[in-house]
């Protein structure tokens, strides 16, 4: 008797077996999942560094100011909060209501030398836009002192 190693690409077919189970199993769990109660939020972000300070933006869209929160510790920039979607269509035979709602959370690591005290924020036109001012950095070149 000859003892082989199996290997899913001499028999085609029971790959494909194999490849359809795998995909029954994941389509049962999708199904009973209600994507339509739990949303994976995770806003977009541009950062950019101005001459004077580091700019901030986040997308959030359909997020209120006051479900938003920035909070600065031990120099990593946290930018959280939660998202509450209800959208709703009445039509004469036609009644639809879809809610959404998730929690966010956004950090980023400070640079070493910025202003955490003068760091500023602001929302509009479901746009955040936090601040960070640069701290005026002192010429580190070679001074050359005279010995009296």
Known sequence: ?????????????ATMV?????????NF???KLDDSNIVNFKPKVNTIEGENA???EVDLPGVKKEE???????NTLTISGER???????????????????????????????DVENIHANSQDGVLEVVIPK???IDNKTKKIEIK
């Open 54 to 56: 580091y700019h901030i």
């Open 68 to 74: 938003i929160e920035v909070n600065v510790k031990d």
């Open 135 to 137: 701290l005026d950095v």
């Open 84 to 114: 509450k979607v209800k959208n709703e269509v009445k039509e004469k035979d036609y009644y639809k209501m879809e809610s959404a709602y998730g929690s966010f959370a956004r950090s980023f690591t400070l640079p070493e030398k910025v």
């Open 1 to 13: 008797m000859l003892i082989r190693k199996y290997n899913p690409f001499t028999n085609p077919e």
């Open 18 to 26: 194999k490849y359809d189970l795998v995909n029954d199993f994941m």
């Open 29 to 31: 769990f999708d199904s």
